[in-house]
């Protein structure tokens, strides 16, 4: 008879022995995972506090906000928010609540919660979509502009869920400025890369609001932080957290964010200059084999992200499918993401077989042999880096 640990020991196991390139996913050192399964997994804290018992749990709370001022350079944090999606949520509700929103396309990589009937439909606001590359998945800037100048949204969310190149921060932020406008970047993929200092500075280049999912590029638990440098946008975003957005706010959460922010500060830069590095000879190498990869002209990515050309929804289906049968698991944006290899230590040459493996596979070749290659290939990246 099946019990619940042999389920999860099964998935553990099948995780192990395939290649993750889920752009959204990671890995977490043995000390995050070891952090998510205290005592504090059971309790509750709040602020102003109402429970006894929480003392150490402030300290650590304290200490997550402390780290996050140092590692992103900002003034202040809001940890309360459960997810990269809660967070927009809080964000947009604050902000654009029966008002005028501004974002990414997400036909063009927008993140999907900001289609109409999502987000905007939660709050009442109505969705204007910023014009977007389908090449480059950046938003087209004049075009931005214009749209910007006519709507004057109250809310503009740069940032995407297909994010190659940094987004124009600088050069909108200017324009939203001037009719009194908030600009956020919803940096939940490029968490890591801003905390490595290698991509782009959002708060630097104008964004009033920095919020993200920590899980993704940045190698913590799921959750999301949200960071400002301006106060009276702290103190309205925290007024809507408590019994409004949440209640309990998972403390093991933030004690694991505490565990992975020590490390980012440690090992960030590194970590991020190799998982862009490694995305950037991955989009060599599958374009070297024929594989149709998006932004040819401009070297694939300057992110942890490729993505497959590939514009029929149903063939991207396919080839998801197809890639796991070789063990090689994908989403069905075929966007792959070097996070979760690079930290598992491959390097350049890794990235070359990788390549190969998802050209064979796509040429056709018998998934159960790929998947044996993939399963010998796992087997010497075991150990986690960087951490
Ligand atoms: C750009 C972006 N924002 C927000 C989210 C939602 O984050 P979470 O899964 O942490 O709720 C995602 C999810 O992948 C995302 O890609």
């Known amino acids: 008879m099946t019990d619940a640990w042999s389920i999860i020991r099964e998935h553990e196991k099948y995780r192990r022995t395939t290649l993750n390139l889920i752009p959204s996913e990671n890995i977490l050192s043995r000390r995050v995972l070891q952090a998510l399964s205290t005592d504090l997994a059971g309790r509750y804290a709040a602020r102003p506090e109402f429970y006894a018992g ?6 650590l709370w304290n200490y997550s906000e402390e780290l996050t001022r140092k590692l992103f350079n900002v003034e202040y944090v809001v940890l309360e928010a459960l997810s990269g999606h809660i967070a927009a949520i809080l964000v947009s509700y604050t902000f ?4 005028v929103l501004a974002a990414v396309e997400p036909s063009s990589g927008g993140y999907p919660g900001y289609c109409e009937d999502k987000i905007p439909d939660l709050i009442g606001a109505r969705l204007v979509k910023l014009p ?17 100048e006519k709507e004057k949204p109250e809310l503009v969310v740069l940032g995407g869920s297909m994010i190659l190149f940094p987004h124009p921060v600088r050069e909108l932020s200017e324009i939203v400025h001037e009719y009194g406008g908030i600009l956020a970047y919803d940096a939940s993929h490029v968490l ?56 309990n706010i998972h403390l093991n959460r933030i004690a694991a964010y505490a565990v992975s922010l020590e490390e980012m500060l440690r090992w960030g830069e590194k970590y991020a200059r190799k998982m862009i590095e490694n995305a950037k000879s991955l989009g060599a190498s599958l374009d070297k084999l024929g ?16 993505i497959l050309d590939i ?32 930290r598992r230590g491959m390097g350049k040459r890794e990235m070359e077989k990788i390549a190969k493996l998802i050209y064979r596979l796509l040429e056709g070749e018998d998934p159960a042999k790929i998947k044996k290659e993939v399963k010998i290939l ?10």
Do not use: W
Request: charged letters at 25%; a neutral charge; proline letters at 5%.
């Open 54 to 59: 929480t003392r150490y749990f402030h300290e």
């Open 96 to 99: 654009a609540k029966n008002k």
């Open 132 to 148: 977007t590359s389908r090449e480059y998945l950046t938003p087209l800037v004049d075009a931005s502009i214009e749209i910007i």
């Open 192 to 247: 890591g890369l801003i905390a490595g200092k290698t991509f782009q500075d959002p708060i630097r280049e104008g964004a009033d609001i920095v919020y993200a999912s920590t899980h993704k590029t940045f190698p913590g638990p799921q959750g999301a932080v949200i960071m400002t440098n301006n106060p009276e946008i702290y103190k309205i975003l925290s007024s809507n957290t408590f019994h409004k957005l949440v209640d």
């Open 291 to 306: 594989v149709p990869v998006k932004a040819r002209d401009r070297g694939y990515t300057e992110s942890h992200q490729i």
């Open 311 to 342: 514009p029929d929804e149903e063939a991207r289906i396919n080839v998801r499918n197809r890639l796991e049968e070789g063990g090689i698991i994908a989403d069905a944006g075929v966007r792959f993401g070097t996070n979760e290899v690079t």
């Open 378 to 387: 796992t087997k010497k990246f075991q150990n986690i880096k960087y951490c």
